[in-house]
Structure formats: structure tokens, C-alpha cells
């Protein structure tokens, strides 16, 4: 039994140290694309601990609390429990844990989370208005608009309860927290990541279209046709 | 005889190598001059098989599907016909090949295609306005309007025969496919992608400068004398 | 006595030194974050020589005048005293010296401060209009509007006395120089960074919101909250 | 004799290679500042030849047509005389040397040129309309609005003649050509390069400005209070 309990043990380690690896490696993209400043922004992943048991026991690995991007390593992510409490690491989490656990423990097939405060994104968020699917990319990666969230202040559920309640009823992976900012979801991390680069990429362009006039809708049935493509087909598979 | 077929055999092999490292590395100008996010945007080139046969045997080198600018070097390129079959490389080509294929069947002169979704053209794109002649720079590198194209759906020869009928009647070698991007073509992929970054640049001013007022126009006979002394004159010959 | 003497000028000597360290390496965030072009901006960072004696009479160190960010080493920065005059440099101080002088002798509470021309920030100044506080991030950092200070020549104390006369009344910790751009304060030079850095981000976003629509305000309540919450909680303790 | 020649012909020869190897590292801060896309923009710099002759027999020393920046190299600049013809390179001197050669020739304090087509100053330049003074670092560096010159065709004096009658009739080192773009000038192509940055830096900042509202006017005696100062006080002396 202990040898079983051990191999368990170590799976978990393996797992998580893993995950350290991949949330600090592609905290480095947050920048890269533009989408923050300063210490502003956080990706998680979730770590499944115990694949037959319920999700709440999951574990997720995300960016300490306040600390410069280029400071973030493996070692200086922080582990949580999915009532946010630290369970490994030497710095307090980001203040957006919550959040992020809230939406792991409502949401099962979410592996990863990102929120940053990227600039256009941010923009439709304060006027709270849903960026229009105008744009064949938006079809293929939204499938529609992205909606946006309601206002919510942090220090209890209800950024989390905003995020999920809004993501349930849309095929996007992008919500629009209002006055606040974007949170995507995905697969794993990666995914979310990818969601976070293209909320802003197409929150841009259809900012700038409207700027000098009205981007013309795309018909619902090609909306549809272009996103079943876009999930299925595209890719290496 | 098998000597012949044999000489024949490497050129093509030679060629195609050649295509790869050059297409390879022109992919990296697509994020330098900020074209493209994660791994949105293609760039292909012809090669030449058989100069006396019909064009239609050419080969086509262009990026793979889904993969990052990071991992981009010549092996990762793939090599398909002009019916956009896989030729060679170990992954699936990207799924904007056949719309590559189709210009390069049905407009012999084109040696590069590249498209991108790159933020101004294709706000431009996404309201389905052309953008107007303003600027010297436009008469010399497009010759007047950049063309707007129709809205096509993925999956068939669509996009490919929407770029070929607008393309063919207009000086410009970028055409704004509606709701899409910016597909541009040139005699070598180089050609292609410095119309690229070109029609992002001019798209960007144009926009920019007619925020606060209307562009002055330039007459047509300056257009029809900057374009021919661009075209004839610049660069070292 | 003459001992005690000795250690207390060693004491300065490495706080200066410190600074100097500081103050150089802070100086490359600028250009980082976009904030300045060739040599304008400079950073400054208050020197305590005598902590039980007034204020007055501490040093700062600033960028030369019109050196260029890639000639910036600690050894270039030079040492003035709140009079302005040259302490310690080989070079002449910034022309803004002065003004970042009467802010350290006229707010004790202040140890670093900032002052670029960078452009969402200097775009709200040049209309003399506050950024309205519709982000979240804004209620964080600035616990509401970033106010407006009057129009002054350089050359005397008028600067200063703008700055600080401004920031008297608000929990800003930046400050909008009507026609010029903004100053920044901080309990170091690291947070007077930080808001350089955020007074823009927050200008260029509420700048973009407000191009297609107005934004939300959020409640008073709302902003007080959030402002309490983060100047508290926020960070690594 | 020959010893006076021999000595005359060794410093012309060391000023040449002097202004190419200046010349060639000024034109990479054109990319860095974000004022050229591929291979335009170019900056030259005048060679006195005879220092008690007419500036007419000046060289200048320039970049070749249509080579990309990473291509740029002392060796690869040419030199001209000042009726445009090839003195000295391998290449083709670029297409706006002639323009160039037209201010040496009539503008003698100007000893540097630089012509890019950077967004902002060439948005205004689409338009024909001043940027209008509205900032202290427009009246620091161009002593009030920055003028726009007239449309002309590339091939005879009419640029560079445009260039040279605006610039006469104003404090600023920069003219916006109408439909085309900026050129600016200093008293050596380092002081052009700055000009170049910073007519971009204000009329991108005046534009932001405009887009939201009327950005207020700078009293006149302000603005000549403030360019005195700066001409005469800023930098190391």
C-alpha cells in the first residue's frame, strides 16, 4: 500500500513540478505579444491530483503576487488548492487565485486561466460592450462575440461567479470583465494563452475598423461553418 | 537518357531546397514588422519543376499548419502541388495552401504569395472599403487603390479565385479579402512579403491620417508617373 | 568624534552610491515601456544625509542633461542638492532638476519621482483634461482621476509648485502638466517608476475606450474599496 | 606642392570615412525608433571638401537604393557630389539624393538630411495640414507649428526645392511634403536623426490629442520663451 501511496505521491510532484515549468515559460508570451505592464497579469494551469475523485481536489500552479516578469522562474511559482490556499511555494499568490480557482472548480473541462488587462480588450470592457463578430479569425477562434462580464469587486466569488456564469452561455473562451478586463480559458495553459493573444488581436482590429465606419456582420450560418472547421480541422493532428 | 532524368531530378531537389530555406526565413519578417500573432499568416513560394511544361506541375514550399514562428526552419516547411496535396515534410500544410495553389495555377508571373491578418488591412478588409491613393508611396508600390475581394468561406477555390479576379484587374499586388486579410503576391516570395508589410504600412497611414479629415487625393497622371518610375527605376539594377 | 564623523560620511557615500545603481538601471524602463524617445525622461531618486535633520537638506540623483538612455551608467548620473546645484557629476544635471528638487522639499513623504513626455499621458495634458477613473487598475494605482496641474515655464519654481500643489489634493501619485506631460511620485524611485509606467497604460486605455463611446464610470464606493484593498494587500509582504 | 595636395586629399579622405561610419550607425535608429518599414527612409550627412570654397564642390554621404537595414554597412554607403552624381560606392545612391544634394547646395549651416515616411508626420502630411504647436517639447525643438510643403514629383529640383523655400520661411528643422512625408535637417545628421524622431513623437502625440477634443493652444511668447531656452541652455556645454 505505501509503495502505492508513494508512486501517487511522486505523480504529483511530477505533475506539478511540470506544470511550474510550463505557467513561468509562458508567463514570458504575456509581454512578448504586448498584452501587459509592469507586474500585471497571470496565467494558471490546473494540476489534476486525483483523476477519479471530484475536481476540487485539484491543485493549480500560478504567478506569485506582484513580482516583475522578468523575476519568474519554475522555482518562484506558487502552488494553491482550489479554495486558493498556498500549498507550495515561498511567495504569496496573485491576487487573482480566487478567481482563477473558482473557475476551475465550476468549470471541470477548464485546464488553464489567464487574465491580463490588455489595452483594446480593456477598452470594450469599460464601455461594456461585446466585441462583434466581424472578422473570419473572430469565427474561427470565438465562434461569435465575446461577451462581456459584470462589474464585480475582488475579495470574494463574485469575479469568479462573473466569469463562469458569462463563459457558460457563449462559445467563446474570452469574457470581458467589465471596467476590469479580459479572462480566457482553455485546455490547458497554452490554450488559455493563445485565447488571451487573440481577444486582443480582434478586440484591436474590430476597434480599428470602427473607427472609420461600421465593419460589416458576418451571417450566422458562416460563423458556424467557419468555427466547426476551426476546431476540427485546423492544425496538426 | 537516366542520366538526364537523374540532372533533372536533382535540380528540382536543389530548388525546392532552396525554397525551403528561403521561405523559412521569410517567415520571420511576418512578427519583426508586426503582421502577425501566434501563428496566424503564411508566406509560399513557387518552384518551378518542368520551365517548359504547363504551370500547373510547379510545386508550391509554404509553412505548416498551426506551428509557431519559434519553431520555423527550413525541414518544418512543407512542399505541395498545385492541387495542394502534400509533396513532402513530415506535417499538414497550412490551410490557406489551396488559396496559395490557385493563384499560383492561375497567374503564371506570381512567384510568392503571403497572407496575413495584419490589423489595418484587414480593418479595411472588415468594412470592405478599398483603401484610397494618398500617399507617394502607394502610387509607387500599388499603383493606385488597394482592391477590396469578396467574402469567401474556407474549404473550396473560393478565396483563391476571389484574390485571381481582383487581383487581375488592378495594378495593386495586394488585394483586402472582406472580413479576412490581406493576401499579397510578387515574383519570388520576397516580392510578396515586402508588398506585405508595405500594404500594412500604407493602410496604417491612410487610416491614421483620415481620422481627423480627408486625405487630399493625387491625380491620376501623378500616380501613372511615380508608379512607372518605381517600378523601372528603384533599387540597384 | 572625528570617527563618528567619518562613518556618517560613509554613509552617504554609499547611499549615493546605491542610488547612482539605482537610478541608472531604473532609467532603461523607460524606453522599455515606451515612455520616452531619444534623451528625454529622467528618474530621480532622494538621498537621506541627515535623517534627523530637515529635509532640505538631502540629495538627489538624476540623469545628465541630454544623454542619450544607451550612455547611462551609475557614473554618468550626477548627485544635486534640493537647491538644485551640482553635488557630485561630471556632467550637467537635467533641466527638469528643479522641479523634481521642490517636489522632495516640499513632500518629505516622497523618495523617488518621474517625468516623461510619454504619449496617452501628454495627449489628456495637452487638452488639460483628468483621465476619468473607469478601470479598475485605475481605482488600484491612482484611487480615482489623474488630475490636471497648470501650464509653467522652466526656469523657476513654477513646475514644481504645480506638481506639488496638484498632488496635495489627490491620492494620485502622477500628475498631468498641462501642454508638457506627466510627473510621477513614490516612497521610492521604483514607485515613481511604477506609475510612470501605469499614468500612461491607464491614459492610453480610457483614451481608446473613449474613441468609439463613453466609459463606465465606476461608484465612489467602488473606487475607494479597491484603492484601500491594493495600496494594503497587493504585492509580496 | 604635392605635399599640400597629398595632405588636402588625406583629409577628405578621412572626413568621407568618418560620415560613412556615422552615417550607417544613424540609420539604424530609424528602425528602432519605428520610422521605417523595409528599406525605406534614408540619412545623409555634407562633407566639406574645401572649407574656403563655395559649399556647392561639398560631398554628401548617403544610403544606396533600395538595400534593407540589415544590409548597412560603412562600406555599402555611397558618396555623392552635390549634383547627385556617384563620387565614391558600389551602388546606387538612393532615389532622394538628389533632393538631399538640392538642400546642401542651398541651405549651407545644414550639415545632416534625413527623409523617412513615418506614419504620424506623413498622416498629416496626407492631409496638408500644420501640426500645430500645442506641446513645451514642440516649442522646445521646432519653435513653433511644423509646415507643410508642396506635392512634387520625384525626378527634378521640385522636392528639394519645396523642402528648402518652406524651411527658410520657419524656426522648425522639419517639413512635412505634402501627400509624402517628413524631411528634417540639423547642423549634422545626428541633429536631422533627432529632428526625425521627434517630429514623429509630437505629431503622433498632437493627433492622439485631437482625436478626443481641441488640444489648447501655447501662447506665442511662451513658445519663443521656451525654444530660446532650449536652443541655448539644454544638453552638456
Same mark, same amino acid.
Given at each position: 500500500?505505501?509503495?502505492?501511496?508513494?508512486?501517487?505521491?511522486?505523480?504529483?510532484? #511530477?505533475?506539478? %513540478?511540470? !506544470?511550474?515549468?510550463?505557467?513561468? *515559460? &509562458?508567463?514570458?508570451?504575456?509581454?512578448?505579444? @504586448?498584452?501587459?505592464?509592469?507586474?500585471?497579469?497571470?496565467?494558471?494551469?490546473?494540476?489534476v491530483?486525483?483523476?477519479?475523485?471530484?475536481?476540487?481536489?485539484d491543485?493549480?500552479?500560478?504567478?506569485?503576487?506582484?513580482?516583475?516578469?522578468?523575476?519568474?522562474?519554475?522555482?518562484?511559482?506558487?502552488?494553491?488548492?482550489?479554495?486558493?490556499?498556498?500549498?507550495?511555494?515561498?511567495?504569496?499568490?496573485?491576487?487573482d487565485?480566487?478567481?482563477?480557482?473558482?473557475?476551475?472548480?465550476?468549470?471541470?473541462?477548464?485546464?488553464?486561466?489567464?487574465?491580463?488587462?490588455?489595452?483594446?480588450?480593456? #477598452?470594450?470592457a %469599460?464601455? !461594456?460592450?461585446?466585441?462583434p463578430? *466581424? &472578422?473570419?479569425?473572430?469565427?474561427?477562434?470565438? @465562434?461569435?462575440?465575446?461577451?462581456?462580464?459584470?462589474?464585480?469587486?475582488?475579495?470574494?466569488?463574485?469575479?469568479?461567479?462573473?466569469?463562469?456564469?458569462?463563459?457558460?452561455?457563449?462559445?467563446?473562451?474570452?469574457?470581458?470583465?467589465?471596467?476590469?478586463?479580459?479572462?480566457?480559458?482553455?485546455?490547458?495553459?497554452?490554450?488559455?494563452?493563445?485565447?488571451?493573444?487573440?481577444?486582443?488581436?480582434?478586440?484591436?482590429?474590430?476597434?480599428i475598423?470602427?473607427?472609420?465606419?461600421?465593419?460589416?456582420?458576418?451571417?450566422?450560418?458562416?460563423?458556424?461553418?467557419?468555427?466547426?472547421?476551426?476546431?476540427?480541422?485546423?492544425?496538426?493532428?
Amino acid at each position: 500500500m505505501s509503495t502505492t501511496l508513494d508512486a501517487y505521491a511522486a505523480d504529483v510532484r #511530477a505533475a506539478v %513540478a511540470d !506544470a511550474r515549468e510550463k505557467v513561468s *515559460a &509562458l508567463h514570458a508570451e504575456l509581454p512578448r505579444w @504586448g498584452l501587459v505592464v509592469w507586474t500585471a497579469g497571470n496565467v494558471s494551469q490546473r494540476v489534476v491530483v486525483d483523476p477519479a475523485g471530484p475536481s476540487e481536489r485539484d491543485l493549480l500552479v500560478i504567478k506569485p503576487s506582484g513580482v516583475t516578469y522578468d523575476e519568474l522562474t519554475p522555482e518562484t511559482m506558487v502552488v494553491c488548492d482550489l479554495q486558493a490556499n498556498l500549498v507550495d511555494g515561498d511567495r504569496a499568490p496573485s491576487s487573482d487565485t480566487a478567481a482563477h480557482a473558482y473557475v476551475y472548480t465550476h468549470l471541470p473541462h477548464v485546464g488553464g486561466v489567464v487574465h491580463t488587462h490588455s489595452t483594446y480588450a480593456t #477598452a470594450w470592457a %469599460a464601455r !461594456a460592450e461585446p466585441v462583434p463578430c *466581424a &472578422l473570419t479569425m473572430m469565427a474561427d477562434e470565438f @465562434g461569435g462575440d465575446i461577451p462581456v462580464g459584470p462589474f464585480a469587486l475582488i475579495g470574494d466569488d463574485s469575479i469568479g461567479r462573473g466569469i463562469v456564469e458569462t463563459l457558460r452561455g457563449s462559445r467563446s473562451p474570452a469574457v470581458l470583465m467589465r471596467n476590469h478586463g479580459p479572462f480566457t480559458i482553455g485546455k490547458d495553459a497554452t490554450a488559455a494563452v493563445k485565447a488571451a493573444v487573440m481577444v486582443e488581436e480582434v478586440a484591436r482590429t474590430v476597434h480599428i475598423s470602427r473607427q472609420l465606419g461600421e465593419p460589416l456582420p458576418i451571417a450566422q450560418s458562416d460563423i458556424d461553418s467557419l468555427y466547426a472547421r476551426y476546431q476540427n480541422v485546423y492544425g496538426q493532428h
